[in-house]
């Protein structure tokens, strides 16, 4: 008897045309095809390697970390996670045409953190690392302006100026352990005003992880090591209890981990494509 999987709601890229890696994905695909071997990738478009890779196997996508190594009046691709404004400005001045698939959810907080500052209120800022790329985007609208921390180093936070304080964070954070932490640093801080950006794909993924790993207690999370929301997947379904691995592909499944097992939600990270996450599916199937 085959193993039962269930699989998580939602699944695939997130958003659609309008938002999210799918938009980004398809701009890079699109751009591609109109400027074979024109047009470039800054950095990973989205936190998958494999679907960088495939983009530059079947488009002609080349990625590259820096903007002096892409020729001028080349097309450049802004990835998903957005980069900051001094990287616009070195495109512009070099001639490059650029093509940007920051998540307008990114967008938002940009230009959330631009006005504030030219308010001059504080910002703090908590993201899943310090060097996440979403974070450093973010914080290069205003860095004078930012204070930069991480859930862990919260409680550590000492405010001169609570009342002029703001507190926004990353999309892709653990909504529950967000709130306990936030909960706890309002308490200390009651004066500052607080304005999570978690997104929708990141809270749905997150609350259909926590149900399967309640109900099922054994849960497999597909996303590349390098995806914050695939990652914080795996922490709230090992914090709902379940036992929980995650993987990047189906290569590294371990029959030894399905011993005994009948049954196995499987939920996967925002850029995760179907296509990988099938093979998983498939693979669990026939252990
Ligand atoms: S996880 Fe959220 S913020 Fe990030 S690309 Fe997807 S929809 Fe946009």
């Given at each position: 008897?085959?193993?039962?999987?269930?699989?998580?709601?939602p699944h695939g890229y997130?958003?659609?045309?309008?938002?999210?890696?799918?938009?980004?994905?398809?701009?890079?695909?699109?751009?591609?095809?109109?400027?074979?071997?024109?047009?470039?990738?800054?950095?990973?478009?989205?936190?998958?390697?494999?679907?960088?890779?495939?983009?530059?196997?079947?488009?002609?996508?080349?990625?590259?970390?820096?903007?002096?190594?892409?020729?001028?009046?080349?097309?450049?691709?802004?990835?998903?996670?957005?980069?900051?404004?001094?990287?616009?400005?070195?495109?512009?001045?070099?001639?490059?045409?650029?093509?940007?698939?920051?998540?307008?959810?990114?967008?938002?907080?940009?230009?959330?953190?631009?006005?504030?500052?030219?308010?001059?209120?504080?910002?703090?800022?908590?993201?899943?690392?310090?060097?996440?790329?979403?974070?450093?985007?973010?914080?290069?609208?205003?860095?004078?302006?930012?204070?930069?921390?991480?859930?862990d180093e919260l409680d550590?936070?000492?405010?001169?100026?609570?009342?002029?304080?703001?507190?926004?964070?990353?999309?892709?954070?653990?909504?529950?352990?967000?709130?306990?932490?936030?909960?706890?640093?309002?308490?200390?801080?009651?004066?500052?005003?607080?304005?999570?950006?978690?997104?929708?794909?990141?809270?749905?993924?997150?609350?259909?992880?926590?149900?399967?790993?309640?109900?099922?207690?054994?849960?497999?999370?597909?996303?590349?090591?390098?995806?914050?929301?695939?990652?914080?997947?795996k922490e709230v379904a090992?914090?709902?209890?379940?036992?929980?691995?995650?993987?990047?592909?189906?290569?590294?499944?371990?029959?030894?981990?399905?011993?005994?097992?009948?049954?196995?939600?499987?939920?996967?990270?925002?850029?995760?494509?179907?296509?990988?996450?099938?093979?998983?599916?498939?693979?669990?199937?026939?252990?």
């Open positions: 008897m085959s193993i039962k999987v269930v699989i998580a709601e997130c958003g659609n045309d309008n938002f999210g890696v799918q938009r980004a994905v398809r701009l890079a695909q699109k751009t591609a095809r109109k400027q074979p071997g024109k047009t470039y990738l800054l950095g990973e478009i989205v936190h998958n390697q494999h679907v960088v890779s495939r983009l530059e196997k079947k488009y002609g996508l080349k990625t590259v970390q820096r903007i002096k190594d892409i020729p001028k009046g080349s097309m450049v691709i802004i990835r998903a996670h957005g980069v900051t404004p001094s990287v616009y400005q070195q495109a512009e001045k070099k001639g490059l045409n650029i093509i940007d698939a920051t998540c307008p959810l990114v967008v938002q907080v940009h230009k959330e953190v631009k006005r504030l500052a030219a308010e001059g209120r504080q910002i703090l800022y908590i993201a899943s690392s310090k060097n996440h790329d979403e974070a450093v985007g973010v914080v290069g609208e205003a860095p004078k302006a930012v204070i930069l921390t991480t859930l550590k936070i000492k405010l001169k100026n609570p009342q002029k304080t703001i507190v926004l964070t990353q999309t892709t954070l653990s909504v529950l352990e967000t709130q306990k932490k936030l909960n706890r640093f309002k308490a200390k801080y009651p004066e500052v005003e607080i304005k999570p950006h978690i997104c929708l794909a990141t809270s749905q993924r997150q609350k259909s992880a926590i149900e399967l790993a309640k109900r099922i207690g054994f849960v497999i999370i597909v996303g590349h090591p390098t995806s914050s929301n695939s990652n914080r997947l090992q914090t709902a209890g379940a036992k929980t691995y995650i993987v990047d592909t189906d290569k590294e499944l371990r029959p030894e981990w399905f011993k005994g097992i009948f049954e196995v939600a499987v939920s996967s990270g925002a850029s995760t494509p179907e296509w990988l996450l099938k093979k998983v599916i498939k693979k669990i199937k026939n252990f």
